[in-house]
Each structure stands twice: as structure tokens, then as C-alpha cells.
T-cell receptor, first 114, second 115 residues
Framework: SQQGEEDPQALSIQEGENATMNCSYK?????LQWYRQNSGRGLVHLIL?????REKHSGRLRVTLDTSKKSSSLLITASRAADTASYFC??????????????FGKGTLLTVNP | DAGITQSPRHKVTETGTPVTLRCHQT?????MYWYRQDPGHGLRLIHY???????DKGEVSDGYSVSRSKTEDFLLTLESATSSQTSVYFC??????????????FGPGTRLTVL
């Protein structure tokens, strides 16, 4: 079963607007990561937030983590047409051993209209 | 791109035939993973490897086997392909790049169609 579930499944915005995607998960985690996938390509790592962190920034990306609610959000500010992609959260479950297995959600398809 | 290549990139095969997909990395990473991606399911882990000849099952391992005889190569085999195995297959490695840890880096994918 999927550990992470993104919400919404699809999001369409205009260039310059902010985009917010949410991820909920079920079990305790070591860290949560966000990945991006352009159509027809492999996934690209965006940002990692550890279970003891609440917020992290990287360029136009802001990630928050609420372990009490088992949820995370990814905010992309001042979106660009080039941000059009699918975005996935992935969790590294606590107690999952040392093999660094990630469990991915089903993704949010973001479309940024010029 | 962490030096990951996958071959073939596209393959069409018939039900019942064996298929082997190859993942090759050039940077001596210990951990390698095979995922499949299907609409409505996201990415699901098939098998993973934590060293030469050390492999284990993931979430959707039925119908798949893997081998890792060299650090750089991780092979995924469908012994007898079925239409339900039509999917896009991604290989990934775990690496600590640019100051991050516990992240995975993905290959370009193999699109497999089983008729």
C-alpha cells in the first residue's frame, strides 16, 4: 500500500502564482522527500526534510512537515511554465531497516499556464 | 544524473516471453532499486539490492527476479511476461550528492509493452 498520498491529484495555475501540494502518510518516518518528474523522464530529487525539522527552503521551494498530523506540504512560489511536471512525495519509514527504501505517493500533476 | 543508464529504453514483447532489463551505473553506488510506474499507482518498489549478490523483495515482486553480479549492473528479469507487466520501469541508486543523504537518483526509464 502507498505510504504517501498527495493532494490534489491535479493542479492548474497561472504563471506567477504559488502552487501548494500536500502529502499525507501513515507511519512514522525518518525523513520525507519531494521529487519532480517531467513527462517521459525519470524522477529528480528536489528536497529532503527530516523528521525533526519543521520547515525547509530551497530556492523557490518551501517544504513543511507536521509529524503530529503525518503530513507535509510543498510550496512553489512564483511558478513558471517550466515547473509543469508531476510532483511526488516519498517517505523513508522509521524502523524500515538500513536499506533506505522509499515509498512513493501517486503524485500531483501541476500545470502552469503561461 | 548520477551516471545511471537503462537498456533497452523501449521494448515490445509478447506474453510468455522472458525479458531482461538492465540498469548500469558508473559511480560504484552500493544501493540500487527497481520500480515500476503505472497510472493511478505512482511508483512501486519491485526489488532492491544492497550489494553484490545481496537483493531483497519490494512491494510488487511477484513475477520478477533480479541479479547483481557486479556493482555497476542490476538486472531485472520477467521470466514469463504478462500483459499486467506492461509499465514504465525505473532504476534508481541511493547516493549522497551535493550534501544530501538518503536520496535516490533515477535512470531515464524503460517503457515495456507486453502484447
Amino acid at each position: 500500500s502507498q505510504q504517501g498520498e498527495e493532494d490534489p491529484q491535479a493542479l492548474s495555475i497561472q504563471e506567477g502564482e504559488n502552487a501548494t501540494m500536500n502529502c499525507s502518510y501513515k507511519t512514522s518516518i525518518n525523513n520525507l522527500q519531494w521529487y519532480r518528474q517531467n513527462s517521459g523522464r525519470g524522477l529528480v530529487h528536489l528536497i529532503l526534510i527530516r523528521s525533526n525539522e519543521r520547515e525547509k527552503h530551497s530556492g523557490r521551494l518551501r517544504v513543511t512537515l507536521d509529524t503530529s498530523k503525518k503530513s507535509s506540504s510543498l510550496l512553489i512560489t512564483a511558478s513558471r511554465a517550466a515547473d509543469t511536471a508531476s510532483y511526488f512525495c516519498a517517505t523513508d519509514a522509521l524502523g524500515g531497516g538500513s536499506n533506505y527504501k522509499l515509498t512513493f505517493g501517486k503524485g500531483t500533476l501541476l500545470t502552469v499556464n503561461p | 544524473d548520477a551516471g545511471i543508464t537503462q537498456s533497452p529504453r523501449h521494448k515490445v514483447t509478447e506474453t510468455g516471453t522472458p525479458v531482461t532489463l538492465r540498469c548500469h551505473q558508473t559511480e560504484n553506488h552500493r544501493y540500487m532499486y527497481w520500480y515500476r510506474q503505472d497510472p493511478g499507482h505512482g511508483l512501486r518498489l519491485i526489488h532492491y539490492s544492497y550489494g553484490v549478490k545481496d537483493t531483497d523483495k519490494g512491494e510488487v515482486s511477484d513475477g520478477y527476479s533480479v541479479s547483481r553480479s557486479k556493482t555497476e549492473d542490476f538486472l531485472l528479469t520477467l521470466e514469463s511476461a504478462t500483459s499486467s507487466q506492461t509499465s514504465v520501469y525505473f532504476c534508481a541508486i541511493r547516493a549522497a550528492l551535493a550534501g544530501t543523504t538518503d536520496t535516490q537518483y533515477f535512470g531515464p526509464g524503460t517503457r515495456l509493452t507486453v502484447l
